[in-house]
């Protein structure tokens, strides 16, 4: 069976910027097609949009983009969570899942070195980073940056996940071998936050079912965004730092039972 490779995007009011990012994706779609030999389904998972977004995936359905929708917004999430249930339920086991941000702000151009790295490194989770040598960001504001710096010094202090540095950024390639584990492990409660946040712990989680993690440079092109930012930045910042709390004690947890389980079978 041909490997396949799915292009997910949540959307929520993306009216501005989805027909230029869909227009790139299929661009690479054609290359990524061409170089690896497999299979390629875009499907965007409209979240609620009040603005035209809806229409214009429907419009694009004539490209191959398929559009699974939700009546009213429910976050990020749960936005998320669509996502990888339609890659656990839909995909096989050595398929491929790249999420990206519906802004535009995100070069589809980097699926290519995602699944490069991933065939050569055989790790679960790429990650396009903004914090490996070669990244770089154009046309984000300062406080915005400063805030991501902060989030990635009190991540790597509290998470600690090897060779991870940036755990928010929404550009990442997931194996289907790693989202199936991960949801076995932790089934509806795989995903428990709706806002941003969510990325941290889908990340932390599948870690903690046994990812092995890499990551790519890449460029972040704030400046093509031509939509308003839906983070509302103090909430998504504060929540952040409960959910980081939250979840190491759960990982905690779940080390001290496989301890407790190796001690018993002494």
């Known amino acids: 069976m041909r490997e396949k490779l799915f292009i997910g995007l949540p959307c929520y009011n993306e009216e501005k910027d989805i027909n230029t990012l869909l227009d790139r994706i299929l661009k690479v779609k054609q290359k990524v097609q061409e170089k690896f030999n497999i299979d390629v389904e875009i499907f965007c998972v409209n979240d609620g949009s009040k603005d035209n977004t809806e229409k214009i995936i429907i419009d694009r359905?004539?490209?191959?983009?398929?559009?699974?929708?939700?009546?009213?917004?429910?976050g990020l999430g749960e936005a998320m969570r669509t996502i990888l249930m339609h890659f656990i339920n839909q995909g096989n086991e050595n398929d491929y899942l790249v999420v990206m941000d519906s802004d535009n702000t995100h070069n589809p151009q980097y699926i290519i070195d995602m699944i490069e790295k991933q065939k050569q490194e055989k790790e679960h989770i790429i990650i396009a980073s903004r914090y490996q040598k070669g990244a770089t960001i154009t046309g984000l504001k300062k406080h915005r940056i400063l805030l991501s710096d902060f989030a990635k010094i009190w991540y790597n202090i509290m998470l600690k996940i090897p060779n991870v540095k940036d755990y928010t950024c929404g550009y990442r390639l997931y194996t289907h071998e790693i989202a199936t584990k991960t949801y076995k492990k932790y089934g509806e409660n795989v995903i428990t936050q709706s806002s941003f946040a969510c990325m941290m712990e889908i990340l932390y989680k599948m870690y903690l079912s046994g990812a092995i993690i890499g990551e790519i440079p890449f460029k972040l092109e704030y400046n093509l965004k031509e939509g308003t930012s839906k983070m509302k930045i103090i909430k998504t910042s504060i929540n952040s730092i409960i959910t980081t709390v939250k979840i190491k004690k759960q990982g905690a947890k779940s080390k001290w039972k496989k301890l407790k389980k190796f001690y018993h079978m002494l």
């Open 61 to 74: 359905e004539k490209d191959g983009v398929k559009l699974i929708n939700h009546d009213v917004n429910k």
